[in-house]
DNA sequence: CCCAAATTGATATAAAATACCAGTATGGCT
DNA sequence: AGCCATACTGGTATTTTATATCAATTTGGG
C-alpha cells in the first residue's frame, strides 16, 4: 500500500488528507510499520517535522480504523502498530525477546473468509497473522 | 487447555505452581479471556479472592511467556489477553467498535510452520489469527 | 528443621493513552 | 474573493496502564 492509495482511502471514508496526516503516512511508510506512536512521533521530530505527538497518536487511530494499520503488542506497554499491506500482515514473534520477523507467505483461504463474512454479518476487510515461539537466540 | 495442562506447564518451564497463580488461572478459564489485567483483578477481587495487583500482572506476563496466553489490543489501551487453546486462538475483530467474536476454524497449515521454522530459526508453540472487519451494527 | 531462592503484595514511579480547549486551516457557499 | 460552519491541530492537563522497588512471606531441597 503506498501515499496515493493511502489518501484515497482517507478521502474515501470522509476524512482529509491533510498535510500533518500526510506526514505520518510518510513516515509511517519510511520505516514500515511495527513503532510505537511516540516511536514514530519522536523520528519525525528528529526528521525536522513539527506534527504533534496528539496528531500522531490521531492519525494512527484513523488509519487503524479505515484498515491501514493494525496495533498489536509488542513487549513494551505501548501498542505497536504494524502496516497492513493489501488488507494482510504475518509475522513471527519470540515468546521471550519479541524479535519480531515478518513473512509473505498466506494461508487464509478466500472460502474461510467468505464463510465467516457470511455467519457472523462482518465485512471482512484484513487480517493478520501472528505466530507465536522461541526465537534462536533465546532457544 | 484445561487447569492441570497449565500447571503442568508451569512447572515445565521452571515455574511454581503457587496458590496465587492457579488463582489466576481459574478466574482465566472462568471468563475465558478477552480482558486486561484490571478486569481480571477486579472479577477475582469480586469473587473474594486475595490476589495483588502486581500478581494478577505478573501471572499473565508469566502465562504469555509459556504460551498460554497472547495480549492483543482490543480497543481500549490496556492489554487484552486471550486464551490460546491447543496453541491457537481466531477471531473478527471490529475496526470500528472492536466487538470481538472467536470461531474454530483454522486454516494455519503445518507445512507453513514447518517452512518458517526452518527458515528464521524459531520452535513455533502457537499462533493468532485476528480478521479485521466492520460488524453488522458499525456497517 | 534450616536456609537460599522464589514469590507475593503494597506502595511509589514511570509510561502511555485520553480528554480538553483555544486556535487554525479547510472547503462549500454566495 | 469573502464568509461561515466544520474539520483539524497541537499544546497541556488528567487519567489510565504498566513497571520498578522492597520488605515480608512462602516454598522446596538438603
Ligand atoms: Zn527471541
Ligand atoms: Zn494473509
Ligand atoms: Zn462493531
Ligand atoms: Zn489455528
Known amino acids: ?7 484515497t482511502k482517507l478521502t474515501q471514508h470522509g476524512h482529509r488528507p491533510t498535510a500533518s496526516r500526510l506526514e505520518v503516512v510518510d ?4 520505516y514500515h510499520g511495527h513503532m510505537t506512536a511516540d ?5 519525525m521530530r528528529d526528521g525536522g517535522s513539527n506534527v504533534g505527538r496528539m496528531t500522531v497518536f490521531r492519525t494512527l487511530d484513523l488509519l487503524a480504523e479505515i484498515g491501514v494499520v493494525r496495533p498489536t503488542y509488542g513487549g513494551s506497554g505501548a501498542a505497536h502498530f504494524v502496516l497492513l499491506e493489501d488488507g494482510h500482515h504475518h509475522h513471527l514473534v519470540c515468546m521471550r525477546c519479541s524479535t519480531t520477523v515478518e513473512f509473505a507467505e498466506c494461508s487464509f483461504a478466500d472460502e474461510l473468509s467468505q464463510q465467516l463474512a457470511n455467519q457472523f454479518k462482518f465485512r471482512i476487510e484484513g487480517h493478520m497473522l501472528e505466530i507465536y515461539g522461541v526465537c534462536e537466540s533465546c532457544q
Open 1 to 7: 500500500m503506498n501515499k496515493s492509495q493511502i489518501k
Open 27 to 30: 513516515a509511517l511508510l519510511t
Open 39 to 43: 516511536d514514530l512521533f519522536e523520528k
